[in-house]
Antibody
Framework: QLQLQESGPGLVKPSETLSLTCTVSGGSISSSSYYWGWIRQPPGKGLEWIGSIYYSGSTYYNPSLKSRVTISVDTSKNQFSLKLSSVTAADTAVYYC????????????WGQGTLVTVSS | AIQMTQSPSSLSASVGDRVTITCRASQGIRNDLGWYQQKPGKAPKLLIYAASSLQSGVPSRFSGSGSGTDFTLTISSLQPEDFATYYCLQDYNYPITFGPGTKVDIK
């Protein structure tokens, strides 16, 4: 059974870079049938897609965050990562990683999520 | 970007009720729409993909319909474990966008 697990600091200072890693277990990140994505949810608010990556390294980003986001993949470790630069309090959120099927399209499964707070 | 709207934003219902949630896209998205259930403190869970396909393991009381711009999620007989927030998501083109959510609580 495929599982995803987010990891990384729970507290980041304003203007610094948020870095998270998603570790995939129970399956290969190198499958041609899937993308791998990041989604976030500010406390008490809705869901926002951040971006997705294919095992080959092709990336797709939300234009609202594109200037600050980098998503990368490490197939040797079965992991993909998120970097979000110049963070502010508005970036405080639960960050989820999820597998996205190519066709038909869906996000499943999801990681349990990790809360990242931006504060000095 | 394609804007997704949902109605209602919240509803109160009783166990056994039939519940319908609507999602509308600002432009046509074929059937590239999914429905997700989220309970407090938990990750979203896929219920429906491709507008009307039931994800494996999801109870058959959940169903989805629609194509183009208008979609619905129906719960035929609400169960206690169904009280949650429901989100639609369009995956037709980038950026992928979610609806604002519909909170279903106990009447």
């Amino acid at each position: 059974q495929l599982q995803l697990q987010e990891s990384g600091p729970g507290l980041v200072k304003p203007s610094e870079t948020l870095s998270l890693t998603c570790t995939v277990s129970g399956g290969s990140i190198s499958s041609s049938s899937y993308y791998w994505g990041w989604i976030r949810q500010p406390p008490g608010k809705g869901l926002e897609w951040i971006g997705s990556i294919y095992y080959s390294g092709s990336t797709y980003y939300n234009p609202s965050l594109k200037s600050r986001v980098t998503i990368s993949v490490d197939t040797s470790k079965n992991q993909f990562s998120l970097k979000l630069s110049s963070v502010t309090a508005a970036d405080t959120a639960v960050y989820y990683c999820a597998r996205r099927a190519v066709a038909p399209r869906w996000f499943d499964p999801w990681g349990q999520g990790t809360l990242v707070t931006v504060s000095s | 970007a394609i804007q997704m709207t949902q109605s209602p934003s919240s509803l109160s219902a009783s166990v056994g009720d039939r519940v319908t949630i609507t999602c509308r896209a600002s432009q046509g998205i074929r059937n590239d729409l999914g429905w997700y259930q989220q309970k407090p403190g938990k990750a979203p869970k896929l219920l429906i993909y491709a507008a009307s396909s039931l994800q494996s393991g999801v109870p058959s009381r959940f169903s989805g319909s629609g194509s183009g711009t208008d979609f619905t999620l129906t719960i035929s007989s609400l169960q206690p474990e169904d009280f949650a927030t429901y989100y639609c998501l369009q995956d037709y083109n980038y950026p992928i966008t979610f609806g604002p959510g519909t909170k279903v609580d106990i009447k």
